[in-house]
């Protein structure tokens, strides 16, 4: 069974331009999270997608934002970039809402 | 607002020393538990859920349990593949639908 698949896994953006990340959830399940990780915040919520529809958000700027598709497939973009932004970025599925499985995230690097 | 604390921040173990970590939370209305191990690189991987307090679940050489206010990851015997960042988070009926709050990770060395 694939699990979480995440692309691409590493990425080098200027400050400035925008970035588009995808994430394909484990077959069947329709919730997908994002979450940002940075050494000094550890793991941050984003926002939370369930049936096309985002349920919840996080505490991040208007410059992040989110879809996700008939298919369950989502991405995230993120306009304007900030040096700050540099983060390892984790898409995760769920059946029930109840556990999380991430994939192996995508590495933005801005310069 | 949902906390999550992990104690130490940094474990060191020779090979075959058994120990465990910390995870204190506040939550309002705890819908799970959750521990996770995340290599170097990569995402985390799921390890456990837990939902009430008397809960114990194991996994070759771990163990978690939980109470009202902490849980813990019991490590017994751990061998060097064992070293790895461990994550706590929780799911609390405050926060919206499907949002974890972490902790910030004991990163375990196992020593040969």
């Known amino acids: 069974k694939a699990g979480v698949t995440q692309t691409p896994r590493y990425l080098i953006k200027t400050r400035g331009q925008q970035v588009t990340l995808s994430c394909s959830p484990i077959s069947g399940h329709r919730s997908v999270s994002w979450y940002q990780q940075t050494p000094g915040q550890g793991l941050q919520f984003l926002f939370e997608?369930?049936?096309?529809?985002?349920?919840n958000k996080g505490n991040f700027p208007g410059r992040f934002s989110g879809r996700q598709f008939s298919n369950s497939r989502s991405e995230m973009n993120v306009s304007t970039l900030e040096l700050g932004d540099s983060a390892l970025y984790l898409c995760?599925?769920?059946?029930?809402?109840?556990?999380?499985?991430f994939g192996q995230g995508t590495r933005l690097t801005v310069v | 607002e949902d906390q999550v604390t992990q104690s130490p921040e940094a474990l060191r173990l020779q090979e075959g020393e058994s120990s465990s970590l910390n995870c204190s939370y506040t939550?309002?209305?705890?819908?799970?538990l959750f521990w996770y191990r995340q290599d170097p690189g990569k995402g985390p991987e799921f390890l456990f859920t837990l939902y009430s307090a008397g809960e114990e679940k194991e996994k070759e050489r771990l163990k978690a349990t939980l109470t009202k206010k902490e849980s813990f990851l019991h490590i017994t015997a751990p061998k060097p593949e064992d070293s790895a960042t461990y994550l706590c988070a929780v799911h609390g009926s405050g926060a919206g639908s499907y949002q974890l709050t972490f902790g910030k990770g004991t990163k375990l060395s196992v020593i040969p």
């Open positions: 997608y369930f049936s096309e529809t985002q349920r």
């Open positions: 995760a599925s769920s059946l029930d809402g109840k556990t999380a499985f």
């Open positions: 939550v309002s209305g705890l819908r799970g």
